[in-house]
């Protein structure tokens, strides 16, 4: 079963989501830069929180970013909305290949997906495509209601931030 979820963007630069199965979520988009600088904004924190964070999500921000973006290195992005009360997301590395992979768990909750972003040249331009696989339907449904309803939100503002 593949289902188109959602799609953003101008026409050159369209943002995909689609759902495959009952656990699979495949979002894609072409940026119009190289991939070792798409690379970097998924690497960086300084880059990485300039656009996760989707405007929409008012008052919502990203108070710590602490990446060690390796194989074996680990993540923490705590999120805030004002108040005390923060949000955690977290993880580990599991492979990371300067300019082409990057795959990661998302360790936060029993029901969190193992992601995987591709950097893919395409002459001087990035087919990112972004994977992730849930460990259960329900999973999936889940997150489709949350955080994967933002990303087309997320690539066109990283694409925003890329040099032109």
Not at 54 to 72: E, I, Q
Not at 127 to 135: A, F, G, Q, T, V
């Amino acid at each position: 079963m593949n289902q188109q979820v959602n799609s953003a963007g101008g026409a050159q630069n369209r943002t995909s989501v689609e759902r495959k199965g009952d656990r699979e979520l495949v979002v894609t988009r072409t940026f119009n830069a190289p991939p070792s600088t798409v690379y970097r904004a998924w690497s960086q924190p300084e880059l990485f929180q300039r656009w996760w964070v989707p405007k929409s999500a008012s008052g919502v921000s990203l108070v710590s970013c602490d990446m060690d973006v390796r194989t074996g290195g680990k993540y923490r992005l705590e999120f805030g909305a004002g108040g005390s009360d923060t949000m955690a997301f977290y993880g580990k590395y599991l492979e990371v290949v300067p300019n082409e992979r990057i795959v990661w768990t998302n360790d936060e909750g029993e029901e969190g997906a193992v992601t995987t972003v591709t950097f893919e040249d395409q002459g001087g331009k990035t087919l990112l495509n972004l994977h992730e696989i849930y460990p259960s339907k329900e999973a999936l449904e889940e997150a489709l209601q949350g955080g994967a309803a933002a990303l087309p939100e997320q690539l066109e503002q990283l694409d925003e931030l890329l040099p032109a």
